[in-house]
């Protein structure tokens, strides 16, 4: 989910860059000594203690805190250390988290909840209604720079301390997505007292209330976090009673995907994240390395088309890029049979997703002939369409934080497909700071930007008017910068109401309007794919899909 997020550490450019790769690879082989935290003899034996290593392909985040800016990254590795309010199962089912139970007015603009008892913050101080206020005062306050868990209690005006076990939030309009919201990790709550250390500090090492806590972060290297022994058993699907059996866990930031699974492979580590698809089919042939797929909720993979500019200020145009990309053949090999095509604008695990694959059927003639009805007619010397002097350019720019290498590999296909009706498609690969500058300047006409967000509210985030406008972290979410009132109007319904069938039916109408504007051109739901070896128990959470591994023990 990409945020654009502040930055709380200088880096020292590429000499820093070479010296921190020797590094890793360093800790990685140290880590083959220390990972088993046992004996060899009984490595095959789960037990209690000792070091799990986690490599992530992810990018680093620039502070560990996701109320500031507020992307996957950080969602991984702070479900280990802060926990939220409510949980959610498979089924979408709202569970008792940090907050044992709570209702609702009438008119959905007063919610009260009633707090677990006797819980603390790793650095004691008292989890209360105090520290709810507190913690949606830092998500919306300007200085936090935050952006998901900003939009995700965009609506709470206020929340009253009733009592210490009871806090009351007061809306400014009705918002039936209030506790998917609530369940994420970008709204997770945070020590009061670690917060007004100030945004430096609390970025190095947030306060929760979770299994683990922050120990060490090593930037571009490593985060270390060790077991809160003190850890009160709240996770409703937790399937032990107690702190977790780990000692520690040492989070290592190693960028390319095949040093990563060579780590697996050896021992090195325990689990990765991203894998290339090839390693994931080998992985569900057998053998001692488990393949964990955990689609993320909320939106599906798509590029967006900028609706706001030339030349997808046009339907037409927008419709021959769709009915040129062609991305199907690409998927089903690039991908090696692990990710399935889509035609919703959201993720298949949500039960309101809606589709219409006709709408996406590749068509060559088709594009051709809305080409030339939009006026794109002449062709220059490359082969690529002109109108008024100007060429039919798409630019594209491509997060490499964000995008694995199949996926990027995709974008060249579907940049080969539209070349052959007279679109130039210009792929630009930029890190994660570059990318969102691109953005922020408007400059593209196609993006894939992967948002989760728990249930399909994510629509209002992504599509409605008001996701033009940056959050104060200087985020937009509404990359398609579609401004429909009939779209407006049936999501600001959705979220007024707290019948579940009308809601549904409301998102389905949603979801049409943008499917049949060709704002997006989905294509999968998010990868979330892991693989672990010599580790049992991790487990991944029905809220964002995070791993927890409260209930992990070394040994399979």
């Not at 709470?156 to 007061?170: G, I, L």
């Not at 040492?250 to 699974?261: I, L, S």
Request: aromatic residues 8%.
């Amino acid at each position: 989910m990409p945020h654009a997020l502040r930055p709380t550490r200088a880096r020292t450019g590429a000499a820093l860059a070479a010296v921190a790769a020797l590094a890793a690879v360093a800790a990685l082989a140290l880590a083959a000594c220390t990972g088993s935290g046992g004996d060899a003899d009984d490595a095959s034996t789960p037990r209690d203690g000792g070091t799990l290593v986690y490599a992530t392909g992810d990018a680093e985040p620039t502070c560990l805190d996701p109320h500031v800016g507020g992307n996957y990254p950080q969602a991984l590795i702070s479900t280990q250390y802060l926990e939220p309010l409510v949980g959610r199962d498979a089924d979408g089912t709202i569970l008792p988290w940090l907050a044992s139970e709570w209702s609702v007015s009438d008119d959905l603009l007063t919610w009260d909840f009633t707090l677990v008892d006797d819980v603390t913050f790793t650095d004691g101080t008292p989890f209360d209604a105090a520290a709810v206020q507190a913690n949606i005062e830092h998500l919306q306050d300007p200085d936090t720079g935050s952006s998901t868990g900003y939009l995700a209690v965009q609506k709470v005006e206020s929340v009253e301390v009733v009592d210490a076990t009871h806090a009351r939030f007061h809306l400014t309009e009705p918002d039936s997505a209030l506790l998917e919201s609530l369940s994420q990790q970008w709204t997770a709550m945070e020590s009061p007292a670690g917060i007004e250390r100030g945004t430096d500090e609390n970025c190095a090492a947030p306060v929760g209330t979770g299994p683990f806590v922050v120990d060490e972060w090593v930037p571009q290297q490593q985060v270390t976090l060790v077991r809160n022994d003190e850890y009160v058993p709240l996770d409703p699907q937790a399937e032990h009673d107690g702190p977790a059996y780990l000692d520690e866990i040492v989070w290592r930031f190693v960028p390319d995907a095949a040093t990563r699974y060579a780590a697996l492979r050896s021992g090195e580590v325990q689990v990765i994240d991203n894998p290339q698809p090839d390693a994931i089919a080998q992985a569900e042939q057998g053998g001692d390395i488990t393949h964990v797929d955990a689609p993320r909720p909320g939106s599906s993979n798509r590029i967006e088309l900028n609706s706001a500019q030339p030349p997808f200020d046009d339907v037409r145009v927008r419709e021959a890029f769709v009915r040129a990309a062609d991305p199907d053949p690409g998927i089903e090999t690039l991908f090696a049979g692990t990710a399935t095509r889509s035609h919703s604008p959201l993720s298949s695990v949500e039960p309101t997703a809606y589709g219409d694959e006709d709408l996406f059927t590749t068509d060559t003639d088709r594009a051709e002939q809305l080409l030339d009805e939009a006026g794109w007619t002449a062709t220059d010397d490359e082969g690529y369409r002109t109108k008024d002097g100007q060429r039919l350019t798409v630019r594209f720019p491509v997060s490499t934080n964000q995008s694995v290498a199949a996926e990027q590999s995709l974008f060249e296909q579907i940049q080969a497909n539209a070349k052959a009706v007279g679109f130039e498609v210009v792929l630009t690969p930029s890190d994660l700071s570059a990318w969102y500058a691109a953005l922020g300047a408007n400059e593209y006409e196609a993006v894939s930007a992967p948002y989760t967000k728990v249930g399909p509210d994510v629509l209002r985030i992504l599509y409605h008017s008001d996701g033009t406008v940056p959050a104060p972290s200087g985020y937009f979410a509404n990359h398609a910068q579609v401004t429909d009132p009939e779209l407006d109007d049936l999501l600001d319904r959705a979220a007024a109401t707290a019948d579940d069938a009308e809601r549904a039916d409301l998102y389905e109408q949603a979801q049409q309007i943008v499917l049949e504007g060709y704002y997006i051109l989905p294509l999968y739901d998010q990868q979330n794919h892991f693989l672990t070896r010599g580790v049992t128990g991790m487990r991944t959470l029905d809220t964002v899909s995070t791993p927890t591994f409260l209930d992990a023990r070394l040994g399979s």
